[in-house]
Every structure is written in structure tokens, then in C-alpha cells.
């Protein structure tokens, strides 16, 4: 049960140490009527959570399993088209979408895990 009274209860995407050695995890999560793909990122102190579609064809941006940041490893990047993404917000900063920002998704941390905080999705994977 993820709604009590309209009272979002949070979900657990993963404890801190799933993250891999690129400081990404990947989960599923499902709205009303369909299932996304997304991830979640440590950069520089913080955590941050995105639905997996490029703001430009709606692909999923990593390349390779839990593999989101550029080679520099200071920003996200689309591995069909190149787009690079502003880790702390999602904005396309060069590249096709540039201007555009991935989908958000609201996230609660505390010392073991990170949550979702999003009414209207359930983690499901
Ligand atoms: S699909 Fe991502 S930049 Fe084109």
C-alpha cells in the first residue's frame, strides 16, 4: 500500500551502498498507466533521481547498465545523440534538447537510503 488517506507513504529505491562505482542505481517506476525506467545519481554531496527518457527522442539515456555521466564524469550525458545534462537539475546544457530538462523525480534521503517522495509513482523494481 503506497497511499493511505492521500497521504504518500515513501518507498525505498535503494540503500546508499547499491549505488555502483559510478554513483548511479537504476529502478522502474509506475504511474497510472505505464511503467518508466529511471535512475538515481550521487554528485558532488547530493542525490539526485530522473526518469531514463532523453528529453529529445525519449530514449533512455545511459549507455551502458548504471553507466549516466560523461566521461569527465561532471555531467550526464545521452549516449545516442550526445546531449549533456546538468547533473543538479536535469537541463540539457548541449545538445540537440538543449534547453530542455530531464524529468525530476522528488527523492528523501537519510543515512541507509533513498526514497521516493513523488505522489503518483510506486517504485516497482
Ligand atoms: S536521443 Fe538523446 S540526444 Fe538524441
Known sequence: MFFLYG???????CKLKQLNESFCFEFIVKNATEEKDAFLIFFKGQYYAYINDCPHTGVNLNWQP????????LLLQCSLHGAL???????C??????GQYLTAINIDVNEEAVFLRENGL???K
Open 7 to 13: 497521504v504518500v507513504v515513501r518507498q525505498k529505491i
Open 66 to 73: 548504471g553507466q549516466f555521466f560523461s566521461m569527465d564524469g
Open 85 to 91: 545534462f546538468t547533473p543538479e537539475n536535469g537541463l
Open 93 to 98: 546544457v548541449r545538445g540537440p534538447c538543449q
Open 122 to 124: 510506486v517504485v516497482i
